[in-house]
């Protein structure tokens, strides 16, 4: 039976065609490992917001202008932003992730840095990631130095910071520094992602091929959970780029991440990009944060110095 797409419903009689690994079951459900974190005492609040982060509280209905400082003291301000409303702390599930379980679908708008287009300095990056409704769910805020963003460029290494709309990190993205013109198995990129920060949840690593772009996404133990193919070309023209999510023998699709296609103009003078994640509901909210950092890897690797 063909796997039905991302969002829709499962027809009667069909069977999830991903392992047990990546199934959020009931408490009891045993298909997967779990962390040895004791979730419970985080559920009465994030970890704090970092040196130089200011708590902000949302207005009434979801919209505020809101001031979340960076660590070198930048700003960033969203005005007349609707926040999605939050949900209800989950058992077993990193505080902060609650967000992830009631969404399918992730959109991610990268901001365009007026500096950069005019000068090609690089800053660091800004991201919006919102869910279907438009709804903003999570601000990415890139922490690299001046000198690793313009001598490393696309390559660098880089640690991605996943605040909520209060300015707390409720997950981090770390990249290391692996060089990415060869193809001896040391220098295949990686990137471990954290929640909360300091407690890994998983893993997306470069899997070698040599024509197309495959990721494995491994669980906080580093066993390997799903795979992402991408194309044979990875930067093509007005179109949208997928990249599928497939399980572990690459035969049933679970969903795919797409590289979506901002106009000549954005794409010509800017190397801010769009993207669009789909996987299915009950996956694993760690798993679909792992998703989430192969998508930032993916941007990285392939789109990041394509202007």
């Known amino acids: 039976m063909e796997a039905p797409r991302p969002g829709t419903h499962l027809p009667a009689g069909y069977a999830p065609q991903y392992p047990p690994a990546a199934f959020q079951g009931l408490p009891e459900h045993t298909g997967r490992p779990t962390l040895q974190t004791d979730y419970q005492s985080l559920q009465s609040g994030y970890p704090g917001p970092r040196a130089g982060h200011t708590v902000l509280t949302a207005g009434s209905e979801g919209y505020n202008a809101t ?170 023209c007005c179109t949208d780029i997928d990249f599928e999510i497939k399980s572990l023998d690459e035969q049933s699709r679970i969903g795919k991440i797409s590289k979506q296609w901002s106009g000549c103009v954005r794409e010509t003078f800017t190397d801010s990009d769009n993207f669009g994640i789909q996987f299915p509901l009950d996956l694993d909210v760690k798993m679909k944060a792992v998703t989430l950092g192969a998508c930032f890897l993916l941007d990285y690797m392939f789109f990041e110095g394509c202007e």
């Not at 919102?130 to 690793?148: H, I």
């Not at 996943?162 to 300015?167: E, K, R």
């Open 67 to 236: 001031r979340l400082p960076t660590q070198n003291n930048q700003t960033i301000v969203l005005v007349n932003t609707q926040w999605m409303p939050a949900p209800p702390p989950l058992h077993n599930c990193p505080p902060g992730l609650e967000y992830l379980s009631q969404i399918d679908q992730i959109l991610i708008h990268q901001q365009t840095e007026l500096l950069e287009v005019l000068t090609g300095f690089e800053t660091n990056n800004k991201f919006e990631i919102k869910n279907s409704l438009g709804q903003m769910v999570y601000l990415a805020v890139e922490d690299t130095d001046c000198c690793t963003r313009n001598c490393c460029e696309a390559a660098r290494p880089f640690t991605l910071r996943i605040l909520d709309n209060l300015g707390r990190e409720v997950m981090t993205l770390e990249r290391p520094l692996r060089c990415s013109s060869c193809c001896f198995p040391c220098c295949l990129q990686e990137i471990e992602i954290q929640a909360p920060p300091g407690v890994p949840v998983g893993y997306v690593t470069q899997t070698w091929h040599p024509c197309l772009p495959k990721l494995t996404l491994q669980n906080e133990k580093k066993q390997d959970v799903l795979k992402v193919v991408g194309p044979c070309v990875a930067c093509t």
